[in-house]
C-alpha cells in the first residue's frame, strides 16, 4: 500500500565530525575550540542540498552532539541549534573530551524513522563505523541511506566498512563548506600596565600570581561576554564552562609554562576567575 509519509527524507548530523572534518579542511584546525561554525548557515545549506538531490521535502534534521559538564548541560551554541525549525538536538555526554551516547542516538532515530515509514531517505553526516549495524537495519526496513562527508583528513576519515554498507556516498569538497567556518579569535591574554604592583606581583608565590592572572582574565572576558555567555557561566558554578577555560588555560601557560602536571596552577587560575565572576555578576551571594 502506498505512503505518503514515505515520500520525504531526513537529515542526521554528527556534530564532531562535522566540526573536525569539515573545520579541519577548511582552516587546518584539529580541534573544536579553534572552529568557529555558522551553524545556522551551514544547516541551511546542508538542508538545500538534501532536497535538491533526493527531490523530496526533508521532513526534519537531527543533530546529535554531546554536552561537557558532570551533568551535561546544553552548551550557548546547542541552545541556539535546537531552536532552528524543524530541527531536534540530541544530546549525549562528553567524557574526559570524548563524545558518549551520541552513536545510540542516532542509531534508534534511524531505525525509529525506518521502522514508522517516515522517510523515504536518510542523508547521514558522520563517519563512524559503529553505525554501520544500524544502517544495515535501517535498509532492511526499506529506506535508503545515503552517507554524506567531507574531503578525509588526518583525524577526520569516515570508516570504509559504512561507506560500502550506504546506498551512495558523497563527498562535499571544500568550496561548499568554506562559507560557514572561521577560526576563532580566542581572547588574548589580559593585559595589566606596568606597575609598582606588578614588580611586586612577580615576588608573590606561584598560586597567588596564578589566581591573579584569573581574576585579569575574568574582567577583561566579561567584558567582551555576551549574556547568554555568562548566563552559561551561571548556571555552571562552580565549574567553569569548557569553551571558557580552555582558551583560558591556554593563555595561562603563555605565562606560566605548561599546566598539564600543574594542577596547583590551573585550580589557581580557575579559583581567581570564578571569585572574580561571582563578585561582579553575583555579589549578594558572597
Known amino acids: 500500500m502506498y505512503d505518503a509519509r514515505m515520500d520525504r527524507s531526513a537529515l542526521l548530523i554528527d556534530a564532531g565530525y562535522l566540526l573536525?572534518?569539515?573545520?579541519?579542511?577548511?582552516?587546518?584546525?584539529?580541534?573544536?575550540?579553534?572552529?568557529?561554525?555558522?551553524?545556522?548557515?551551514?544547516?541551511?545549506?546542508?538542508?538545500?542540498?538534501?532536497?535538491?538531490?533526493?527531490?523530496?521535502?526533508?521532513?526534519?534534521?537531527?543533530?546529535?552532539?554531546?554536552?561537557?559538564?558532570?551533568?551535561?548541560?546544553?552548551?550557548?551554541?546547542?541552545?541556539?541549534?535546537?531552536?532552528?525549525?524543524?530541527?531536534?538536538?540530541?544530546?549525549?555526554?562528553?567524557?574526559?573530551?570524548?563524545?558518549?551516547?551520541?552513536?545510540?542516538?542516532?542509531?534508534?532515530?534511524?531505525?525509529?524513522?525506518?521502522?514508522?515509514?517516515?522517510?523515504?531517505?536518510?542523508?547521514?553526516?558522520?563517519?563512524?563505523?559503529?553505525?554501520?549495524?544500524?544502517?544495515?537495519?535501517?535498509?532492511?526496513?526499506?529506506?535508503q541511506v545515503i552517507l554524506l562527508g567531507t574531503p578525509p583528513i588526518e583525524g577526520s576519515r569516515q570508516s570504509?566498512?559504512?561507506?560500502?554498507?550506504?546506498?551512495?556516498?558523497?563527498v562535499l569538497d571544500?568550496?561548499?563548506?568554506?562559507?560557514?567556518?572561521?577560526?576563532?579569535?580566542?581572547?588574548?591574554?589580559?593585559?595589566?600596565p606596568p606597575s609598582e604592583e606588578d614588580d611586586e606581583d612577580w615576588d608573590a608565590p606561584e598560586e597567588e600570581r596564578a589566581r591573579r592572572f584569573g581574576t585579569r582574565y575574568c574582567e577583561l572576558w566579561l567584558s567582551e561576554a555576551y549574556p547568554d555567555q555568562v548566563h552559561q557561566v551561571t548556571e555552571r558554578l562552580p565549574g567553569i564552562p569548557v569553551e571558557v577555560d580552555a582558551p583560558m588555560l591556554r593563555a595561562a601557560e603563555v605565562e606560566f609554562g605548561p599546566l598539564r602536571e600543574r594542577e596547583d596552577l590551573r585550580r589557581a587560575v580557575r579559583q581567581g576567575f570564578s571569585s572574580y565572576f561571582v563578585s561582579v555578576v553575583l555579589p549578594d551571594t558572597e
Open 20 to 143: 573536525l572534518g569539515a573545520g579541519g579542511v577548511v582552516l587546518g584546525a584539529d580541534r573544536r575550540e579553534d572552529i568557529d561554525c555558522d551553524y545556522t548557515a551551514v544547516h541551511d545549506a546542508l538542508s538545500d542540498y538534501v532536497e535538491e538531490h533526493s527531490g523530496l521535502p526533508k521532513l526534519r534534521t537531527y543533530w546529535y552532539d554531546g554536552a561537557p559538564g558532570p551533568h551535561g548541560e546544553p552548551t550557548a551554541d546547542h541552545r541556539r541549534i535546537g531552536a532552528l525549525p524543524r530541527l531536534k538536538l540530541r544530546l549525549g555526554r562528553v567524557i574526559q573530551g570524548q563524545q558518549k551516547g551520541v552513536d545510540t542516538l542516532i542509531t534508534l532515530d534511524l531505525l525509529t524513522l525506518a521502522r514508522e515509514r517516515a522517510i523515504a531517505t536518510a542523508y547521514l553526516l558522520t563517519g563512524d563505523e559503529d553505525l554501520r549495524e544500524a544502517v544495515l537495519a535501517a535498509q532492511s526496513l526499506g529506506i
Open 160 to 170: 570504509f566498512a559504512l561507506i560500502d554498507e550506504c546506498d551512495e556516498h558523497i
Open 174 to 192: 571544500e568550496e561548499f563548506w568554506e562559507p560557514y567556518f572561521s577560526p576563532v579569535q580566542h581572547m588574548p591574554r589580559p593585559y595589566v
